[in-house]
């Protein structure tokens, strides 16, 4: 029960964050790779590895912010009516250890 207006605004509004989205996970992803990487030397690097968890981490929260402002702008265009009919918090579903699968590297 979207207006044009609304969908018009939600379009806009998904694409800009997909780009930056779509950019922070695939960062993500490569540090997850390196860690791992790192993990598996002969000789593992302990700075390295923790400079590595430490970006994973920032990451993750970067992304975490991100969906939050996200979920932000979403709310701002639709009616209370309307967000009652979502699912909380708009609403992800939920896996056995938490919201998001992606967080279990």
């Given amino acids: 029960n979207l207006t044009d207006e609304q969908i018009n605004k ?3 509004v998904r694409d ?3 780009k930056k989205l779509k950019e922070l996970w695939s960062r993500l992803q ?8 790192l993990q598996f030397e002969k ?3 302990k700075a390295q590895i923790d400079k590595t968890k430490d970006e994973i981490n920032n ?4 992304i975490s912010k991100t969906m939050n402002e996200y979920w932000k702008e979403i709310k701002e265009i639709l009616t209370k ?3 009652a009919k979502l ?3 708009y609403r992800v579903r939920r896996a056995p250890w938490g919201p998001c699968p992606f967080y279990r590297w």
């Fill in 81 to 83: 009516e309307q967000l």
């Fill in 59 to 62: 990451l993750r929260k970067e």
């Fill in 16 to 18: 800009k964050y997909y």
């Fill in 43 to 45: 000789q593992p690097d």
């Fill in 10 to 12: 939600i379009k806009e």
């Fill in 30 to 37: 490569d540090a997850v790779f390196s860690l791992r990487q």
């Fill in 87 to 89: 699912t909380p918090p």
